[in-house]
């Protein structure tokens, strides 16, 4: 696999990562509904995959989308478990949204920069 063909799969991981906590992040602000309920859920076990970096579910998203979210020292930024309990029970407070517009911050960094690098090419 070339490394134009891995930078591009990166950058739709992070997009489609990035566009499903927006997703939520907006649904959160909207009366309930149907399409914001399965987003949480989806956000909600991704996070908690992610926790064990996807080793319990074998899940290679869980996997990617925590690598993505490290500090540069691979240490996690925030409780990915945690976190996504609280979506997936729907107790979600102020520190969880924060916590969601960290996460897309972070996203958003790692797409720059991987925007960056594809555009070195």
Do not use: C, W
Request: hydrophobic share 40%; net charge neutral; proline share 2%.
């Amino acid at each position: 696999m070339s490394d134009l063909s891995l930078l591009t799969g990166v950058y739709a991981s992070v997009e489609a990562y990035a566009e499903l906590i927006d997703k939520v992040i907006d649904g959160l602000r909207q009366p309930v509904s149907v399409h914001a309920d399965q987003n949480r859920t989806r956000l909600g076990t991704l996070l908690v995959d992610a926790a064990d970096q996807g080793i319990s579910k074998r899940s290679v998203e869980a996997l990617v989308f925590d690598s993505l979210i490290r500090s540069e020292t691979g240490e996690p930024r925030i409780d990915l478990k945690l976190l996504g309990k609280h979506l997936l029970s729907g107790s979600i407070d102020r520190s969880s949204q924060r916590q969601l517009e960290l996460l897309a911050e972070q996203l958003e960094k790692e797409r720059a920069q991987v925007a960056s690098r594809l555009r070195g090419r």
